[in-house]
């Protein structure tokens, strides 16, 4: 998306508070437009939880940690995956916190399975940090559409730096092709050729904007379009993810990252496993 359609972008992201009795009005408008936000979803004690985990990630508790610097930005681009298991303070936000119930109550399914976790900070003036167009659902090497993306912010994320959605993207269920996040015009590695790629010349009309303060979540399906700019602010631009799936979902064993892949797993069948615990239902809490 180009700059002068960003400054264009003017709607945004339906927000309900993540505490409403009444959860049918935020799954409708999950359903509708393929993302939603929940204001005030995590406290702020949850949040310094997974500071405290950003810390120990960085300082080697995570084996998948990348720092990357790109030329002419004053500040850095990190991520991690896939950490929960060695990073205490990931593992408790994820299992001990009330996220897997805010998910599992706008998911409609009898069970809500850990799919993986992913960090991912945004320094000031990390202007050439941006995502490009795409679906998360392209990476995965799964079957089925009850998979989610439950992103809380770390701190506050004005419009300027905010994640941008393609409004209703998910109702075709096209799975588009996998695009590198570092260079678009360079073919991912694990990009499966017959599909089409991601929409270009997207419509600004019909783009939803999520500017959030800390502790607000946005939950998204995996087939709906999204992308971001660079942060050119002057303060970090924070969040953590986590990945889930529902009852549909199976396991097909196509290319991905090793985050994404088991294989004990058969194609086929469920995901839930040692590496993707179930969580919620199918008879109880399961740590893995």
Known sequence: MTVAT????????????????????????????????????????????????????????????DVVQRDGDAGRFTFSSGAWRSVDGFRSYIFDSPLPDLVW???????????????LIKEGRSDSAATPWHQDHSYYPVDGFKVVNSWVALD????????????????????YRAVDFDDPNRPYRHARNELPLPPDGINP?????????????LVWWSYT????????QPNRRAAFSVNWVGDDVTYNAKPALDTYLEPSLTVGAPIACEKFPRVRGGGGRALG
């Open 225 to 232: 379009l999204h992308s971001a700019p660079g942060n050119s």
């Open 105 to 119: 109550r706008l998911l409609d399914s009898t069970d809500l399975t850990l799919f993986y976790d992913f960090l």
């Open 156 to 175: 506050d994320i004005p419009a300027e730096s905010a994640l941008r959605f393609l409004a209703g993207s998910h109702h075709a269920r096209t799975l």
């Open 6 to 65: 960003q400054q264009r972008t003017t709607r945004q992201v339906q927000a309900f508070s993540a505490d409403a009795a009444d959860v049918v009005p935020t799954r409708n408008a999950l359903a509708a437009d393929g993302v939603v936000c929940l204001r005030n979803a995590i406290p702020r004690p949850w949040l310094d939880t997974i500071e405290s985990g950003i810390v120990d990630a960085l300082a080697g508790a995570s084996s998948d940690v």
């Open 205 to 217: 009309d019909e783009v939803l904007v999520a500017p959030l303060q800390a502790g607000d979540m």
